[in-house]
């Protein structure tokens, strides 16, 4: 299994290819006016700035739709005409201008909205509010827009951090499978799994609703392996990676392991944010904000478990979150704090990082997704 991955991985990227990138940012915190747009080249790593593709407020997080026409942005921020609640902004995508046209806002019923997916009907996008601690999900209309929810559930209790006196729900992924929702709770320490109905959109407590998390470790990203069979969480406050298994029937977790994301003897002030699964699947990144680097780890792939590798310094500050290109040849870590997105290039046997020399300034990019025309 593992020698047809690594040659699945090695013919992805014999064949070039560009692609468009559309970047989220924070326009409350810096000179940035919203979305921007970039063209890369998986032959070199480059990235090249083709401007501002959406002026919107704070438009964080960004997910495209599997038509490729549609663009949906997170408006994080905590109150909208006076009402305490975010927002997110439909847009259409002109693949040949890269720009984008605003189709509709609706409100999340929730506040400081963080992490959007579309389903894979392309009939529903599901989110989560950070600042409530809430999920919420909502219809696609035909022509890209959206309507108002059809399902939004509260979460109620804290833990035992300064942060956690209330949930936070900070990302959601949907299964392999699709019958589920996957949302880490970084308030309340849970992983919480919903059911999904694809015909309805209406999201549901599975049973059981949640994993328990070691108190205080602040669950914030997640991301399944490619065969479906374990799940990696990113603990914020701990800065550790906590290993499951995954059962695709009952939608359910089991706890294997849980690691340091952080060089043996590092004592600083430091904070995790994104997880990414390499697409071959064996390998598993993690990024640590104020250690300012990329945790770099191999997976087992018979038993899903860790092994911790290295962290590289992403050159930049407060790597909220970074991507790996469609070619799995690059892995794009974005600075927020500094403002840059630099490029390193991933070992396909071993999985760490090389810094490619291609750093690009940019006004404080949140989030980075891939677009083929």
């Not at 780890?297 to 092994?307: N, R, Y």
Request: charge should be positive; aromatic fraction near 10%; glycine fraction near 10%.
């Amino acid at each position: 299994m593992i020698f047809a991955l690594l040659a699945a991985f090695t013919a992805s990227t014999a064949a070039a290819a560009e692609y468009l990138a559309f970047s989220g940012t924070y326009t409350n915190r810096s000179s940035s006016q919203g979305i921007y747009a970039f063209r890369f080249d998986t032959a070199t790593g480059k990235l090249t700035p083709l401007g501002l593709a959406a002026a919107t407020d704070n438009p964080s997080f960004l997910t495209i739709h599997q038509n490729k026409k549609f663009l949906y942005a997170v408006n994080e921020i905590g109150k909208y005409q006076g009402k305490d609640t975010g927002t997110v902004t439909a847009f259409a995508i002109d693949p040949a201008s890269h720009k984008l046209t605003e189709l509709n806002k609706v409100t999340t019923q929730g506040t400081i909205p963080c992490h959007l997916k579309v389903d894979k009907t392309g009939r529903f996008l599901v989110l989560v509010n950070y600042g409530s601690g809430s999920t919420a999900s909502f219809p696609i209309q035909p022509d890209g827009k959206l309507g108002e929810a059809v399902s939004v559930q509260q979460h109620t209790g804290s833990s035992v951090g300064p942060r956690q006196k209330g949930p936070h729900a900070h990302s959601i992924n949907f299964s392999p499978d699709f019958r589920y929702g996957v949302v880490a709770d970084l308030g309340l320490d849970k992983v919480f799994v919903y059911k999904f109905d694809s015909k309805s959109g209406a999201l549901t407590p599975n049973t059981p609703p949640a994993i328990d998390l070691k108190p205080g470790s602040g669950p914030r990203h997640f991301a399944f392996h490619p065969n479906g069979r374990f799940g990696y969480v990113i603990n914020e406050l701990a800065s550790t990676m906590t290993a499951m298994a995954y059962n695709a029937k009952a939608g359910s977790f089991t706890e294997l392991q849980t690691l340091s994301t952080l060089p043996a003897g590092f004592t600083g002030t430091t904070h995790t944010a994104e997880v990414v699964v390499h697409p071959s699947g064996r390998f598993v990144y993690g990024s640590n904000r104020g250690h300012d680097s990329i945790a770099v780890f191999t997976v087992d792939p018979a038993a899903g478990k860790l092994t911790f590798v290295e962290t590289t310094p992403t050159q930049g500050k407060t790597p909220r979150n970074f991507v790996i290109d469609p070619s799995g040849q690059f892995l794009l870590a974005e600075n927020q704090d500094s403002s840059s997105i630099v490029t390193f290039r991933i070992d396909a046997r071993t999985g760490r990082l090389t810094p490619t020399g291609e750093k690009l300034d940019t006004p404080m990019p949140v989030c980075l997704r891939f677009f083929s025309r």
